[in-house]
């Protein structure tokens, strides 16, 4: 059964967990690198496991694994054989269940709230890339070619053991359609998709958030359409494109506020923890029932949202 909808019928809101990221800065660990969260899975997998553990104990229903920028192909750049590269894909939806097995087994844990699911974080291509096209869409591959892309990765969490999979930060269409022809050769899981957006109106390529929407409304298997890392800006407005082109369930997960200095490799201050919690509040009022955050959002972000959501 699709593991949205069997929370969603029992519960008013979903809350997925924050940045994965983030936290693990703040822990240490210096991610300025190709592989990004991905690094970690070769280097300290307990420390992901704590992650997800901190956001479970916030509040989340969901985790999202740290699998975003782990593919073969990057893995394989890295000096990993296949079987190496695969192990750690595998790993990374292994630890979220473990940590989610680990915290569901104490009894105080079960009070007011579902148990929670894994998320396997299926990031764009732009994401292997390290240039930045996730938030461009500019890509010089085809929809086959995406499809190919995709396709061993998608079927390596599949068979970790995954409930859903995150197809995130999407920046165009063609992406999406790549990715939906691959979760068709495996009709028994369901995945959410959130595009990257640019504006309140378009997604990162400049294509109309309701003209993706309206294409993915006809597929059974995405359980829910949405934006991630993008501005708290535009969520508003693009919960409104959305809400009136679908009748399945609106997922928003945007950045804290912060904005990121490409030339510095610095985040620049942006909106308070405070703000964040009121816009969240403000986007389940307007229709989305699942709700978390990205980059640079934090543990506190989602207790926050856990308490006013679980009233």
Known sequence: ??????????????????????????????????????????????????????YFKAGADCAITASYQATIEGYKERGLSEKEATDLIKKSVQLAINARDEFWDKTENQKNRPKPIVAASVGPYGAFLADGSEYRGDYVLNEDELVSFHRERIRILVEAGADILACETIPCLIEAKAITRVIREFPEIYAWISFSAK????????????????????????AAIGINCS?????????????????????????SGEEYDATNKKWNEGASSKQFTICTQRWYEAGAKIIGGCCRTKPEDIKAINDWARK
């Open 1 to 54: 059964m699709n593991p949205i909808e069997q929370i969603l019928d029992n519960y008013p809101i979903m809350i997925i967990d924050g940045a994965m990221a983030t936290e693990l800065e703040n822990y240490g660990c210096n991610l300025n690198d190709r592989l990004w969260s991905a690094k970690i899975l070769m280097e300290n997998q307990e420390l992901i496991k704590q992650v997800h553990l901190d």
């Open 199 to 222: 504006d309140e109106l378009h997604i990162s390529n400049g294509e109309k958030m309701s003209d993706c929407v309206m294409w993915l409304e006809g597929e059974k298997q995405i």
């Open 231 to 255: 501005s708290p800006d535009f969520i508003d407005s693009l919960i409104k494109e959305i809400k009136g082109k679908t009748s399945k369930p609106i997922i928003v997960y945007p950045n």
